[in-house]
């Protein structure tokens, strides 16, 4: 049960986290909508799987395939969370700069909703994510649950 348990804690810290910081920044109040929130510090992604892969390398080893199959899937995750996920928010707010810049066209006004422009993570976010997966995983299984 480690292997899905250490993820999920690792994921509820990261993204409490995250509401916390967001929330008490933004000087919000708190909705369900945020706790699977984009972006913003930590990552939530990458404390999951680096929570997965950590513990899977402790248990079974670094040599097991199930590590190897783990480590691939998290290197995608990261690499999704920082450049595409940039990339897609560029692409958020030039649609929105488009629209609004479409002034006489109530149309796309009414009809297009405002895109997300900050989905991705910084290198730091990922980084901070990254050490709270590891440390869940390394916590639990050197406390031995």
Not at 68 to 90: C, E, H, K, P, W
Not at 102 to 120: A, R, T, V
Request: proline share 3%; hydrophobic share 45%; net charge positive.
């Amino acid at each position: 049960m480690p292997y899905l348990i250490y993820p999920i804690i690792a994921f509820i810290i990261a993204q409490g986290t995250k509401v916390l910081l967001k929330n008490k920044r933004l000087k919000k109040h708190f909705h369900w909508r945020d706790i699977f929130a984009y972006s913003d510090m930590p990552s939530g992604h990458t404390a999951t799987v680096t929570a997965l892969v950590t513990i899977i390398g402790l248990r079974d080893g670094v040599f097991a395939a199930s590590f190897a199959i783990s480590f691939v899937f998290m290197m995608i995750v990261i690499t999704d969370a920082i450049g595409l996920r940039n990339y897609l928010g560029q692409h958020g707010k030039t649609l929105n700069i488009l629209v609004k810049d479409l002034k006489e066209d109530d149309f796309l006004d009414n009809s297009y909703p405002k895109q997300l422009e900050q989905i991705g993570h910084t290198p730091l976010q990922v980084l901070i994510g990254g050490i709270i997966g590891i440390s869940i995983s390394c916590i639990g299984w050197y406390l031995g649950f």
